[in-house]
């Protein structure tokens, strides 16, 4: 029997139900976006200041004039052509921080996407009353690959760089050194990235954030599998993003290097592909490199130099809903270890309070023999205690855990 004719009355309702949702809560968005939001009053001329300009673009005086080459402390009264500003200078920087404005409907996608995401992966996926003999058939990738590709094109492309979850950081971190005039509402805008990451593991990354996706579908391309075989070390790339990001904020306060309000990442987001927009080299070449390491490797840019990464890493433990074992049915096979294109996987089993980031990925929610791995509640009961999963390890199989 196929997927679909597998699922029960109540799956249909739910998948139906689901559906609507996601197009009523687009269209709130729609709504919603005031078509005003993306579009300046005035075009700025060198005729005007600083002062007159950074409002508009929705700046402080100091980041439109890092913006502009000039030094944070430059005349914010004077007209731009005394600071020796070409018009066509500022076009450029203009239009690089329009892009940064956010896109208010994406948020409204994103919400969509991860509602779907979290129905498929706790009511949907696998059929109710399914004998496991079918799992081959539960969580089919089409459902996956559909929001993937909804994601790069509506989130992406559609609907420019601004706003995605790493902006979400980084916007944060800036506003503490006065780049942006309010801090506020960059909190509340991280706080809404961390919600869709934790009412399911990661989702909005796993899901819904257009580079992780991007990563995601060339990942998912039939080539190299020997050599996707080989998983990073968390150690390694975790290790990696934390001293990345110390660096940043090092940099960014003028603690080390002496120039407040530089921002590395600034040189490392790839999420200006989107806009295609990139207006340093070192973007360009980030991007490429992310992209062509994503044919081999799972999401480089998440694993190594994201900060939204590694914030929702943190953030994932205390996720509503992620994958569970359950230790009284697990043989230790390491079937799932194996399925698991991170270190996710191995760690839940092994019982680790800051396992490795889990993507809400579902590979290895349809290979157990043993009907031990679900997605479902943190708080429901069936899934493993950290306690007896340890104890079960050790009892079961570790050298097949090891080896995976
Ligand atoms: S970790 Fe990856 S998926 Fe998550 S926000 Fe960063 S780029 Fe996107
Ligand atoms: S395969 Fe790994 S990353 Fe994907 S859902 Fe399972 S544990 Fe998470």
Request: charged share 15%; with cysteine; net charge positive.
């Amino acid at each position: 029997m196929t997927y679909l004719q597998q699922l029960s009355k109540a799956q249909w309702t739910w998948l139906l139900g689901t559906l609507a949702a996601g197009v009523a809560i687009v269209a709130a968005g729609w709504i919603a976006e005031s078509p005003l939001d993306r579009t300046s009053a005035t075009a700025p001329t060198t005729a005007m200041s600083i002062r007159e300009i950074a409002p508009e673009l929705d700046v402080t005086g100091k980041s439109l004039a890092r913006e502009l080459g000039l030094p944070l402390d430059a005349p914010k009264g004077k007209p731009l052509r005394k600071l020796a500003v070409s018009q066509d200078d500022l076009d450029h920087v203009v239009a690089h921080l329009l892009g940064h404005r956010p896109a208010n409907l994406k948020y409204y996608v994103f919400a969509a996407i991860v509602l779907w995401g979290l129905v498929f992966l706790t009511r949907l996926g696998r059929p109710d009353g399914a004998p496991n003999a079918e799992r081959k058939t539960w969580y089919p990738r089409m459902a996956y690959l559909l929001a993937l590709v909804v994601a790069v094109a509506v989130c992406g492309f559609a609907l420019g760089k601004s706003p995605n979850p790493m902006e979400g950081v980084v916007k944060v971190v800036k506003s503490m050194v006065g780049l942006y005039p309010s801090v506020w509402d960059k909190v509340v805008a991280l706080l809404f990235f961390l919600g869709l990451a934790i009412v399911g593991n990661k989702l909005i990354c796993g899901w819904a954030c257009p580079f992780g996706a991007v990563q995601e579908l060339l990942y998912s391309l039939p080539f190299f599998k020997q050599i996707k075989r080989r998983k990073v070390p968390f150690v390694l790339s975790n290790t990696v993003r934390t001293l990345l990001f110390a660096t940043v904020l090092l940099l960014l306060f003028g603690i080390v290097g002496g120039q407040k309000g530089f921002v590395l990442y600034h040189f490392l987001n790839p999420f200006n592909l989107f806009g295609l927009d990139f207006e340093h080299g070192a973007i360009a070449v980030t991007t490429v490199v992310v992209l062509l390491l994503a044919l081999l490797t799972y999401r480089p840019f998440c694993q190594f130099i994201c900060p939204f990464g590694l914030v929702s890493w943190l953030a994932e433990r205390l996720s509503l809903a992620r994958v569970r074992v359950d230790a009284s049915r697990c043989n230790g096979c390491g079937t799932c270890v194996r399925a698991c294109p991170t270190d996710a996987a191995k760690h839940v089993l092994a019982g680790r309070w800051f396992a490795a980031d889990c993507y809400s990925c579902a590979r290895c929610l349809n290979v157990c023999s043993q009907e031990a791995i679900r997605y479902g509640s943190a708080f429901a009961r069936g899934g493993v205690e950290a306690e007896a999963r340890n104890s079960d390890r050790q009892r079961h199989t570790p050298d097949a855990l090891a080896d995976a």
